[in-house]
T-cell receptor, first 113, second 112 residues
Framework: DAKTTQPTSMDCAEGRAANLPCNHS???????VYWYRQIHSQGPQYIIH???NNETNEMASLIITEDRKSSTLILPHATLRDTAVYYC??????????????FGSGTQLTVLP | DADVTQTPRNRITKTGKRIMLECSQT?????MYWYRQDPGLGLRLIYY???????NKGEISDGYSVSRQAQAKFSLSLESAIPNQTALYFC???????????FGPGTRLTVL
């Protein structure tokens, strides 16, 4: 799986958009970008994933650059409950794939009141 | 009720003791996983199972063993616990498409 690089920490004001970057310059053509988050000591929670097109769901948007070497997770209106560690993970994700998630250190997002 | 449950939630034990952590799921998923997390670090995979007859070692399997008793149950054992196995342990499940893993609430294990 391709390695990812994320900032160690970020702050965001409550109500503003939180933009979390991730670099994955060695990503392969069949690797997806996944985002999970972990609120303090709880089990990680899936947020979103994508291959090359931008994706949006009820939680967030995922913007992947055209060359797929980086991506940005966007929380459009951050709340205090979004304070968590956010993990960007790159892996093969097709049906029947036998690959597991590899978690790095992630980005600690702190939403400030 | 939670889809993925882990028991116990907290456990303190002594060096050399045998410990079993249990995981149950009601999601009907074939695939189950055990991870550990150390303070300030991400999760590391210990073992994973793609069905009842399939068990695979992960990144850090030494000192651990697992048993997949049924589709819904996957247990992790420490045959002889040591202090550096003190960590937060998570169980997770996924379906065959493997796009999303669902995690349990975690078991905090302390080995004295």
């Amino acid at each position: 799986d391709a390695k990812t690089t994320q900032p160690t920490s970020m702050d965001c004001a409550e109500g503003r958009a939180a933009n979390l970057p991730c670099n994955h310059s060695t990503i392969s053509g069949n690797e997806y970008v996944y985002w999970y988050r972990q609120i303090h000591s709880q089990g990680p929670q899936y947020i979103i994933h994508g291959l090359k097109n931008n994706e949006t769901n009820e939680m967030a948007s995922l913007i992947i650059t055209e060359d797929r070497k980086s991506s940005t997770l966007i929380l459009p209106h951050a709340t205090l409950r979004d304070t968590a560690v956010y993990y960007c993970i790159v892996r093969v994700g097709s049906s029947g794939s036998a690959r597991q998630l590899t978690f790095g250190s992630g980005t600690q997002l702190t939403v400030l009141p | 009720d939670a889809d993925v449950t882990q028991t116990p939630r907290n456990r303190i034990t002594k060096t050399g003791k045998r410990i079993m952590l249990e995981c149950s799921q009601t999601k009907g998923h074939d695939r189950m996983y055990w991870y550990r997390q150390d303070p300030g670090l991400g999760l590391r995979l210990i073992y994973y199972s793609f069905d009842v007859k399939d068990i695979n070692k992960g990144e850090i399997s030494d000192g651990y063993s697992v048993s997949r008793q049924a589709q819904a149950k996957f247990s992790l054992s420490l045959e002889s616990a040591i202090p550096n196995q003190t960590a937060l342990y998570f169980c997770a499940t996924s379906d065959r498409h493997n796009n999303e893993q669902f995690f349990g609430p975690g078991t905090r294990l302390t080995v004295l």
